[in-house]
């Protein structure tokens, strides 16, 4: 853990799913991090605006697990 702090790794796991949703990197927080390999949880934000914010949270939700589907390590590491 002290590796993935050092390397700034909540920066860049924030960026990196920015990237894989196609949202601002501010809507992306990073709620905690531990141990146990390594366990991160996050939420994301939906703007006000969005006329249907279920609908949005579903396609993010499809969205990531598509991507880490296709590719394991897409947001840095293997996402087990």
Do not use: C, H, W
């Not at 196609?22 to 991160?40: F, I, P, R, T």
């Not at 249907?52 to 087990?80: E, I, N, R």
Request: negative net charge; aromatic residues 6%.
């Amino acid at each position: 853990m002290a590796e993935f702090y050092a390397n700034d790794g909540v920066s860049r796991l924030v960026d990196r799913i920015a990237s894989v949703l196609g949202v601002d990197a501010s809507l992306v927080k990073v709620v905690s991090v531990y141990e146990g390999s390594l366990n991160v949880d996050f939420m994301t934000e939906i703007l006000e605006t969005e006329a249907d914010p279920f609908a949005k949270a579903s396609a993010m939700q499809a969205t990531l697990q598509a991507a880490v589907a296709a590719d394991p390590a897409v947001l840095g590491a293997p996402v087990l």
